[in-house]
């Protein structure tokens, strides 16, 4: 009885187990029934692997977290790993120092300037932090540092590009009614091309243009931001499509924009920023004259079409048309590398035959890595090319009768792109 009374208590184990639940005895049920022992081994199995699946989660969780901690740190030790996009933003805010511009416009241009460069550099830490976070699996610093160039790029379309109302909106507005805001452009960076065309207008009208400019940077890195729809942002692709190949009829065009056209060697992808900047312009008066557009609407479209655009500035060595620019399944290179995907509309004009006279891209819906809660401004027009011969393959059979227009069928196809597994 001492021995008894000396002893440890029983500690009965927590939970219970098959065979042993609430109103069974022995394994046997209150109602006598044996239990299934098929199911309760079924459902220990699917336990334990639940258990396993987990353990293997949780440590593959770990090793990626270590991985991607490891690689911040060489991106922060190492400038070169991420040289493309550091020398990317260094250089989108700066002014030539021979660009000419008055003394008084270049203070104030340099002040605005000054402020983002210190805005971009402020928030630099927090988007390499948010970038070696995405995903899962292991991160390799080149793709890290694409991800951060779209993200460089994007941003500086998106400022280009903001809608939100401004008050210097009705300076470029009245500016954007004669050909002259264009004529000395010659720059193709964006803070040294908007600092020309601020340069073109009257001089009291600088300091609140470049307040406008202000207004628009101080939106950077923040979502959502307000652009143009994506048909607006074809404005330009529509304008390509629409000018007659010479000698077509030039009647309908304004003197400048004929002249231009029917230069020796002009084509469009070659021509000069003045002459780009003006035929935009050209073509957004066009839109008001004809009251496609609004004035302010007009206004977003050609800010736009000015935008910087990724063929410019990433990936040089990537081709981006003839051999080579597509991998065996005709996925384009460069979109591969900068991890694009989505869908771009094609439009196409078929005449009575079904052949087609004009194509063009009419809208584009396109992500990139890097690029969360916004448009790919930057970088939505690299599968253009490969869409359009897509479309262009597309059997088309003769329209309707019914359905022409001027002698013409319009048709749209949608190009779907599927970003490959694996970079």
Not at 150 to 165: F, H, S
Not at 228 to 239: C, G, H, I, K, T
Not at 268 to 280: D, F, I, K, M, T
Request: proline fraction near 7%; charge should be neutral; hydrophobic fraction near 45%.
């Amino acid at each position: 009885m001492a021995a008894l009374l000396h002893a440890p208590a029983a500690v009965l184990a927590q939970g219970t187990f098959p065979g042993m639940e609430p109103g069974r005895v022995g394994g046997v049920t209150a109602e006598g029934e044996k239990p299934d022992k098929a199911a309760a081994a079924a459902k220990n199995k699917q336990m334990a692997q639940e258990l396993i699946d987990q353990q293997r989660d949780e440590a593959a969780r770990r090793l990626m977290v270590e991985q991607r901690a490891k690689l911040r740190e060489r991106l922060e030790r190492d400038a070169g790993l991420l040289r493309q996009p550091v020398d990317l933003l260094a250089g989108m805010f700066q002014l030539p120092a021979d660009l000419k511009l008055s003394p008084e416009h270049r203070s104030v241009a340099e002040e605005v300037l000054r402020q983002q460069r210190e805005r971009a550099q402020a928030g630099w830490a927090a988007w390499l932090n948010e970038e070696t976070a995405q995903g899962k699996g292991e991160l390799r610093a080149e793709v890290a540092a694409q991800r951060l160039s779209n993200r460089v790029l994007n941003e500086v379309a998106l400022w280009q590009a903001d809608t939100t109302p401004q008050a210097s909106d009705t300076i470029w507005i009245e500016a954007l009614k004669t050909p002259g805001i264009c004529k000395g452009l010659d720059q193709s960076r964006p803070a040294a091309q908007v600092a020309q065309l601020i340069e073109a207008l009257p001089a009291a009208q600088r300091h609140a243009a470049w307040q406008g400019e202000a207004e628009c940077l101080a939106r950077w890195g923040q979502v959502p931001r307000q652009v143009p729809p994506s048909p607006d942002r074809a404005f330009e692709d529509e304008l390509a499509a629409m000018l007659p190949k010479p000698p077509g009829d030039m009647s309908s065009l304004a003197p400048e924009v004929r002249d231009a056209l029917q230069a020796a060697g002009w084509t469009y992808a070659g021509q000069s920023p003045a002459s780009r900047c003006e035929l935009l312009r050209w073509w957004s008066q066009e839109q008001v004259r004809s009251r496609r557009m609004t004035a302010p609407r007009a206004l977003q479209a050609w800010r736009t079409a000015l935008a910087v655009r990724s063929q410019a500035y990433l990936l040089p060595d990537v081709p981006r048309s003839g051999p080579g620019a597509t991998d065996a399944n005709g996925f384009p290179l460069f979109a591969r590398r900068a991890e694009l995907a989505g869908t771009v509309v094609v439009e196409q004009d078929l005449d009575a035959a079904g052949k087609i006279v004009r194509s063009f891209v009419q809208r584009r819906e396109i992500t990139a890595a890097g690029v969360r809660g916004v448009p790919a401004l930057a970088l939505e027009r690299e599968l253009d090319a490969a869409s359009l011969a897509r479309a262009a393959a597309t059997p088309a059979a003769a329209p309707d009768p019914a359905q022409l227009r001027d002698g013409t069928a319009t048709r749209r196809i949608g190009i779907e792109w599927v970003l490959p597994q694996g970079l």
